[in-house]
């Protein structure tokens, strides 16, 4: 049992030996450069971009200069524009809305066609400023 344990180390000793040269012999084969030390500057500027404290502060700024955009907005004008579209066989409506189309005719006042008039389009397009 006592071989077996000398054994079980002296190979544990050339294994070790032996692949610490490996590495660096793949990372001399790679031509890395060695790093250059940073200077107090470089080392700031990098913590500050990768704080995840400042980047949320950042996010809240962004977010408190949008919502007073949106806060000044209401100073601005407001053009709203709006289209509908209407048809109908309602008598009520449809004498109504050849009123407002002032499209009636001496034959709409026929009580046979008040009463069960033709299908009336109507198109409606409102621009509004405020």
Known sequence: MKTIRIHF??????AASFS???FSSVAADQNIPPSEPLTMAEAIQIAVNQNPHVKA??????AVES????????FYPQIDFS??????TNPMWAFGTKLNQETITQEDFD????????AINNFATIFSLS
């Open 20 to 22: 610490f040269p490996i």
């Open 9 to 14: 180390y002296i190979l544990l000793f050339f």
């Open 111 to 118: 009580p046979a066609r008040l009463n069960d008039p033709d």
């Open 67 to 74: 919502n007073t955009i949106q806060a000044r907005s209401v």
């Open 57 to 62: 502060a950042n996010f809240q700024v962004k």
């Open 83 to 88: 289209e509908t579209f209407n048809r109908t």
